[in-house]
């Protein structure tokens, strides 16, 4: 040890001054990218936003029953879904595009879809696979094959288990389960929890910030969902609708789970916010979260309605998706999914600014080319390169495209993007085709989509105006798309 670290002492400052040399050589020639405005998204929050949909499967006792919310005293027997086949349920989500499906391991009844040590109120006791199935198991396997993250739901409200409301024994029974599902199931990258407690229910204190750091120790890239975060919060309705002005950054100190009156506040988030805490628009394909025999999928337009006001919206949207008492998600949802999918890419697989003749903006930061001129929003990479101005450019700031064609361009469909990665920044912004304002609004956020309320624009000059910013505004991505689905 000793004599190699000799050979290598009469070698280092020469080896330092050539890394000092290169590194100053090519600070010369790079322009830095600007600071970031806090606060930011953590690692796992930035990959979770680029999944845009996701899936939630709600199954159990309820699917048997027909009602949403169990009782706690069904008896297990009757949970028998014959056809179980949960590699179909992760086709049906591969094939919508969604990259993480979450499941109801357990719901308000109590009844676990998995074979808890600690209760017998479970799939051990059902005739579905003789008593030995593994309803998380299956998915977990399922999800693996196809490269599809898994994420699990475990609700606080327990209407069967009598520790219920005696706040030491059943937080240890909540604790004792969630070590069960985060330890023995592989990577879960997101959980789920939420206040929902019937009127009438036990009072009862969850200890909340035991189950967190809990959860955190068990699994490195979970998200965990609530009202109140600590990753992701909820948008605060369950129609699939965020705000029309969204922010991802808000202050947690504001939020409780389960507190009421805090729903617009959710909703909108606080550009003075010190927290990252990025919103999530849970949403039934069908009237209610479990499967019931009267009840059909919603309309394409209806869901289009819904992806343009969250993924739209600076949202992810959780598409609740549930499957049949014969334990498949049922024909017409998989094929209304089909629908969906085939009409987003339908939209957005052609970029009609990708045909333009010219990209300019108000400033670029840095001279030389490449780095942060206005072409970057043209490109595939929706985070990492962007349009920059100058730091100290004084004037408005915009970003312009120009058709080449004498027949100009026709869409009816406008995304922008900001490079969130160093911060929401965009407050106030405006577009205009050919002079003429066709749309304005406030935040942008990952993903801002305005479907032009006044139908098909036609022009040949497309800019977009941002009138307010927190520090400069950062640009990513910028699509003019047709939207052939769109009628107003
Ligand atoms: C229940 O306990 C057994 C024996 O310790 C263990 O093998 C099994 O994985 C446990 N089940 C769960 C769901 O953790
Ligand atoms: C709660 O209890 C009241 C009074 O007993 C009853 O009228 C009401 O229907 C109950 N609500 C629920 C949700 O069970
Ligand atoms: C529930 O417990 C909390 C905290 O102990 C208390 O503030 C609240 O009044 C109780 N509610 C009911 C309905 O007993
Ligand atoms: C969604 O829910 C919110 C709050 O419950 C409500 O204000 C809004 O009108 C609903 N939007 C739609 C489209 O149903
Ligand atoms: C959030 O916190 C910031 C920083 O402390 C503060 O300026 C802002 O007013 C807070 N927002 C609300 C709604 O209280
Ligand atoms: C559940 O869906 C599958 C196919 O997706 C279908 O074959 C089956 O009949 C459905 N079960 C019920 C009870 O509707
Ligand atoms: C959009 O423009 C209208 C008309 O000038 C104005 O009333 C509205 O406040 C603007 N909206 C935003 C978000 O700036």
Redesign the pocket.
Known sequence: MAKLWCCWWPLTPLLFQLLINSAISRLEQATTPPLPILPLPSFSQLKWQQRELIMFLHFGVNTFTGSEWGTGHEDPAIFDPVGLDANQWVDTAVEAGVSLVILTAKHHDGFCLWPSNYTDHSVVRSPWRNGRGDVVQELVDAAKTRGVDVGLYLSPWDRHDRRYGRDLVYNEYYLAQLQELLKKYGSVREIWFDGAKGANATNMTYYFTEWFSMVKELQSSINIFSDAGPDIRWVGDENGSAG??CWSTINRSKLAIGKAGIEDYLSTGDPKGRDWLPPECDVSIRPGWFWHKSESPKKLSKLLEIYYNSVGRNCLLLLNVPPNTTGLISEEDVKRLKEFRSAIDTIFSTNLAESCLLVKASSKRGGKEGGFGPENVLDNDHLWTYWAPRDDYKGDHWIEFTSGTDEGLRFNVIRIQEAIGLGQRIK?H?IYVDGIRVA???TVGYKRLHRLEGGVVHGRVVRIRI?ESRGVPLISSVGLHFDPYWHP
Request: proline share 0%; net charge neutral.
């Open positions: 029309s002005t106030r405006e304005n609004g406030t009138i």
